[in-house]
């Protein structure tokens, strides 16, 4: 289960959370699933997080940066704005990306073993 006061912080403000990894490089957040339907996460520092089964259906996750996150075990990135995102070396193992815009997102070594295709174009249209 997620850490609430991680989910909380990160829902609050993005700024601040970012502000928060960078004192805390160490701790690796957990957000599993957290249910982060249509949150603006854009240029989140979400390295390394546990986003496994994470509800982010229609979130903004543009320039954000999930290398090495756990997005795996049916984490919900339908409809969701991955543009710009650094994904590299992220496990989304069976992720919905449905409808999900992974314009120049970087995938280098992602794991979407079992992913459905994300669709081009914003949200997917």
């Known amino acids: 289960m997620a850490n609430a006061k991680h989910v909380a912080l990160l829902k609050r403000d993005v700024a601040a959370w970012n502000a928060w990894r960078r004192k805390n490089p160490n701790i690796r957040p957990d957000l599993s699933n957290a249910d982060l339907s249509g949150a603006d996460l854009s240029g989140a ?8 089964e994470a509800i982010l259906f229609k979130a903004n996750l543009g320039r954000a940066d999930p290398v090495k996150a756990n997005l795996r075990d049916h984490a919900d990135l339908s409809n969701a704005d991955l ?3 650094d994904l590299r070396e992220a496990i989304l193992f069976k992720a919905n990306l449905t409808g999900a815009d992974l314009r120049g997102a970087e995938l280098s070594r992602a794991d979407l073993s079992l992913a459905p295709p994300g669709e081009r174009g914003p949200y997917g249209r």
């Open 45 to 52: 520092n979400l390295a390394r997080a546990n986003l496994r």
């Open 83 to 85: 543009s710009g995102a």
